[in-house]
């Protein structure tokens, strides 16, 4: 038996993928992302929440109605590949949150509404493209923050013992040496730090220059050295799988050229069949 409803449900599914991939469909879901940002916002202003409250409380409701109808297609659109992608799961989850009532048990929910403008996120493809490549980033970034976690206790265990009774409330003991290095190698004060150790150690110059040379300038940069390469990696793979798409689809395109010309062969071929006969029986 053939089945009677797999047509006209792969025909529906069609449809609803026609309109769930329209670039109009994106632009409106992008739009409402910012409108519900912009909202959620205003909500935080007191000004605004009490001149406004209702309205905003009635719009971003629309918007998480509208929100759960785009889900909904895009679930109905993949069915069981849906959660296969991230973003998806990201954008399931955030709307999911949205719908709990939230009562006394979960008010710290409602602090969590804002986290619906990072839908804008994985709804551009070039902010994917630098989140993917920030987590693709981890790894080795993990290792900078090691090497210089390693270099900063080495600096501290030697402020202490060497400007300790110096500068006791910068360098005192093991904890403020490390605050204290760590606000140095932010560049932020840290000549006030250098000075108040300088006055009674003024070689202390020394140290202080070499920690900022190597902490700062060396190892800091590491971390943009290896984002800048973790984005390069990305924008890469993001081409070879456009142009390995663009392949396939000329593939395609080849393969029904090919199909639809076989068909014109098969149907001349057979309309030269039935001239020649027709000659044959008028000669006759």
């Known amino acids: 038996m053939t089945n009677t409803h797999g047509a006209p449900i792969a025909s529906v599914r069609q449809r609803l993928r026609t309109v769930v991939e329209h670039p109009r469909f994106e632009r409106a879901v992008i739009l409402l992302i910012v409108i519900n940002a912009v909202t959620l916002g205003l909500e935080a202003v007191p000004a605004f929440e009490s001149a406004w409250g209702g309205w905003l409380d009635w719009i971003d409701r629309i918007i998480i109605a509208a929100f759960v109808v785009e889900i909904g297609l895009r679930f109905g659109v993949a069915r069981g590949a849906f959660f296969r992608d991230p973003w998806n799961g990201f954008d399931f989850s955030v709307v999911a949150v949205a719908l709990i009532p939230q009562t006394a048990a979960f008010s710290v929910l409602r602090a969590l509404r804002v986290l619906r403008a990072l839908r804008l996120v994985s ?26 976690g390693l270099l900063v206790y080495v600096a501290a265990v030697m402020a202490t013992g060497l400007f300790g009774s110096a500068a006791p409330e910068y360098f005192g003991s093991l904890g403020a040496s490390l605050f204290t290095l760590f606000h140095v190698m932010t560049l932020e ?3 006030d730090v250098a000075r108040a150790v300088m006055a009674e150690l003024p070689w202390a110059w020394v140290f202080f220059l070499v920690y900022i040379l ?16 973790a984005m390069q990696a990305q924008v890469e793979h993001d081409l070879e799988e456009s142009q390995a ?37 008028g000669d006759t």
């Open 189 to 191: 004060g840290w000549p």
């Open 123 to 148: 709804r551009v493809p070039s902010m994917r493209r630098v989140v993917a490549a920030l987590l693709a980033a981890l790894p080795g970034m993990g290792s900078i923050v090691a090497l210089l």
């Open 214 to 229: 190597v902490s700062t300038f060396a190892v800091l940069n590491l971390f943009i050295a290896v984002i800048v390469n």
């Open 245 to 281: 798409d663009q392949t396939r689809e000329m593939r395609r395109s080849f393969q029904r050229i090919s199909a639809e010309l076989a068909e014109l062969r098969s149907e001349l071929a057979a309309l030269r069949g039935a001239l020649g006969s027709g000659r044959g029986a």
